[in-house]
Structures are given as C-alpha cells and as structure tokens.
C-alpha cells in the first residue's frame, strides 16, 4: 500500500511538471507566432532519380526560442494545432514559402515546385481558402508552382466536405500530396475519390528497402496504386544509394531524402541547386 502511494505521488508529481512545462512551451510558442522572427523555413530538395535534377523543395519550418532553444517541430506543431495556433504559423510558413520561391527564381533557379505542409485544422479554417487565393495573388507564385502537403486523417472526418475543401484548392490550380501515405487508417479505394496529385511514400517503407520483402511488396503495390490513378509518387526518407536505386527502377518520380540533402537554410540551398545545376 505505502509503495503504492509512492507511486501514485512520482506519477502526480511528474504529470504536473509536464503539464507545468507544456504550459511554459505554450505561452512561449504564442509570443513566437506573434513576434514572427523566431521561426525560419528549410527546405528539403526533391530529386528526380532519373535526370539527377532537383524538381522541388519541401518546406520545413523550424523553430529557434530564446527561451527554449531549438524546438523541433514534432513537439511544437501538434501544440500548435491543439491551440489553434497552426493557423497564424501556417499563414506565415506559406507566404515566406512562396516569397522564397520567387526569390530562388529572380536568381536563376526554376524548380518546377514548393511543397508546403498544411494542417487538418488550417484546412478546415473557415478563412483558409479566401487566405490562400490573397497569399498567391500577393506573392505572384504560379497556382500550378504550389503542392499542398496534407495527410490520410483530412477525409476521415466529414469525407463530403473534405472532398469540396480539396477540389476547390485543385481547380484554384495548385497541387496536392498525400503526406505519410500507407500511416493512416484509410481504405485504399477512397483514392479515388480525391482530387490529389501525389503521394509521398512514408519513411517508414522506405526504410526496409532494398531487402525487407514486406516494404518491397507495400512500396510496389503504392506504386502501382499512384499509377492507375495517374498520380505523382514522391519517396521520403531515402538514406542509402541502394534504396534510391531500387525507387528509381521500380519508377518512382522524385526522391527526398538525406541521401541527397538534408533540409537546408534558404543560402545552403542556393549552393545546393547552384551546384547540381552545373554536374
Ligand atoms: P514530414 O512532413 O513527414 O517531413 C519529413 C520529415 O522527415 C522532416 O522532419 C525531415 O527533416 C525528415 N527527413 C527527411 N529526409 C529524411 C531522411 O532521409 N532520414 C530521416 N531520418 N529523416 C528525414 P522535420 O523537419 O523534423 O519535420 C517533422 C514534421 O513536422 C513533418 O513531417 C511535418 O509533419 C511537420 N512539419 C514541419 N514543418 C511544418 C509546417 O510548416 N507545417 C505543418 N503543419 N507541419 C510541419
Ligand atoms: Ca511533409
Ligand atoms: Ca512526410
Ligand atoms: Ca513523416
């Protein structure tokens, strides 16, 4: 009983330091969304196995507090979603996407797409659509130059409305992935019914590659799935050359990955595309 008591006070004490802690993440991520100077966005060149150029750059945002340091974004955008303070961030991450597109472009640097991750609660923002068509007017990006990054769990709630959000966003003329796809809990077959573009193969494939029969298998049947439904297939988490290889044979479109870059700072990744432009 004593022990159990015990117990019961480490696990209350240790609750209310991360709730504590949480608390302190929360107002400081609110201070950040409102300065604006403390986020960057990195960007992850996407390659075509089979021209070696760079077709695109994933947008990573990254978070740099005074308070708190280097925050990664696996910790601090789901406290964003649960606060509502996705929808200002992700304001801020398309726009500065877009300028920095346009910008790689006034240097000479045509890639054919920026993709940019957006969450389930921005795409059910009453204000996001009319957000999105201003941002695209105000930067000068081209509609069919922006992919949307959106995962499975989107349509699992109201299929209908979620179906009309993204087929107005596709007749706008924009792109749109399916991010971490084979994670989610959706059947197959409601593929078809969405108007995507593309699907990213979660890392979580990938990583068994070249050897493990089941990735080999789950990776061929994405494949095969993209191409019935003539959709763009990018891999993500590419490590190994052995792994690019087998993705390239089998005919996947773009590959992202450390094997080629990791995210980079927006000057890196001028070097970067500078670089690969002149192999
Ligand atoms: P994601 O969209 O699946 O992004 C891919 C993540 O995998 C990135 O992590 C990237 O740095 C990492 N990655 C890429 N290639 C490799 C590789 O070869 N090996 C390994 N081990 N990792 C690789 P990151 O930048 O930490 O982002 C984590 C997640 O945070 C993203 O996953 C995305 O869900 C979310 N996120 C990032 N930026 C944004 C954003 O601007 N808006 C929203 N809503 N979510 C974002
Ligand atoms: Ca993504
Ligand atoms: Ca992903
Ligand atoms: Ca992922």
């Known amino acids: 009983k004593e022990a159990g008591r015990n117990n019961f006070c480490f696990f209350s004490e240790d609750m209310s330091r991360h709730i504590q802690e949480k608390a302190r993440l929360h107002r400081a991520l609110r201070q950040a969304v409102q300065d604006g100077n403390q986020f960057v966005l990195h960007y992850q060149p996407k390659i075509s196995p089979v021209s070696g150029q760079i077709t695109g750059v994933e947008a990573l945002v990254r978070w740099v507090s005074p308070e708190h340091g280097f925050i990664p974004p696996d910790r601090f955008i789901p406290l964003a979603e649960e606060s509502g303070l996705i929808n200002a961030l992700g304001r801020w991450v398309l726009k ?4 920095d597109f346009i910008h790689l472009k006034s240097m000479g640097i045509h890639l054919q797409h920026i993709s940019i991750n957006v969450s389930n609660i921005q795409l059910n923002h009453r204000d996001f659509l009319q957000e999105l068509k201003g941002m695209i007017a105000d930067t000068g990006i081209t509609p069919e130059q922006l992919e949307l990054e959106m995962t499975e769990s989107f349509i699992a709630s109201d299929q209908q409305e979620a179906i009309q959000i993204l087929q107005t966003i596709r007749n706008m ?50 494949l095969s799935l993209a191409e019935n439904f003539s959709l763009a297939v990018t891999a993500e988490g590419v490590e190994y050359q052995e792994q690019m290889e087998f993705l390239k044979k089998a005919g996947c479109h773009e590959i992202q990955g450390y094997f080629y870059s990791r995210p980079l700072p927006f000057d890196d990744l001028v070097t970067y595309c500078k670089a690969r432009k002149n192999r």
């Open 173 to 222: 003329g924009l792109q749109l992935a399916i991010d971490d796809f084979g994670t989610g809990y959706s059947a197959m077959s409601f593929l078809q019914k969405l108007p995507i573009t593309r699907l990213k193969i979660d890392k979580s494939f990938v990583d068994g590659l070249p050897h493990d029969n089941d990735s080999i298998a789950l990776v061929k049947a994405m």
């Open 96 to 99: 500065q996407g877009c300028q």
